[in-house]
């Protein structure tokens, strides 16, 4: 299990409210903890805005934080979708014309590995612009028949325990930066690539599903 870090009260940055201070105590050490004697809002008011507690709770309930956590859960979320596929499975397109379940089990972890590496430049580099890869092409290339699917979900999450402990270490700064995309010929945040890339696990798993249904 994964340790967790406490903040005390002295590490948390509290910001003022326009039109009036904060009274009683931002930790929960005395009896004004969450309001008290002497505070002049409701204690909701002054719990949503002003307490660390509070804070802590919007960041894991936030948009960012459910798409970080659905990028977490992909990889077992993939893996028991195909849990007992056979060849046949496996070979069977989601739609005419479509790519098969194997083809999208091995192109998720090619589509993932690029996000990844996005992110690490648009972090390390002023709006860096990305190189597009022939995905269609991807999918056709010798390996995605030889290789067992096996190996791509374990890669997927190998490479998704690498990605969210980056995305769970960045700030909202960090998430404001942006690389420029060639093909459609606009920067993207990478908020903005977050939405995207929770979509995309959430739009190749519909596919595997769809092929089985």
């Known amino acids: 299990m994964a340790s967790v870090r406490v903040l005390a009260a002295a590490e948390v940055k509290m910001e003022r409210i326009e039109g009036g201070g904060f009274v009683g105590s931002i930790g929960c050490k005395s009896s004004s903890c969450h309001g008290g004697a002497g505070e002049k809002r409701s204690q909701y008011q002054t719990w949503s805005q002003r307490d660390f507690h509070a804070r802590a709770y919007a960041v894991l309930t936030n948009a960012r ?41 091995h192109h998720v972890p090619d589509s993932h590995m690029n996000a990844f590496i996005r992110f690490k430049l648009a972090l390390t580099e002023d709006t860096p612009t990305i190189k597009p890869y022939e995905e269609s092409l991807w999918a056709e290339l010798p390996d995605v028949r030889a290789t067992p699917p096996e190996v791509s979900l374990a890669l997927l999450d190998a490479l998704h325990r690498r990605w969210v402990a980056l995305l769970r270490a960045m700030g909202p700064a960090d998430f404001e930066r942006s690389f420029m995309h060639p093909e459609h010929g606009r920067t993207m945040t990478l908020d903005q690539a977050l939405a995207l890339y929770a979509w995309h696990g959430r739009h190749h798993l519909g596919h595997i599903k769809q092929a089985t249904a």
């Open 65 to 105: 934080s459910a798409r970080i956590a659905e990028i977490e859960a992909l990889p077992a979320t993939f893996r028991d979708a195909v849990r007992g596929f056979g060849d046949a499975q496996f070979d069977t397109p989601y739609r005419d014309g479509g790519w098969t379940v194997r083809q999208v089990v």
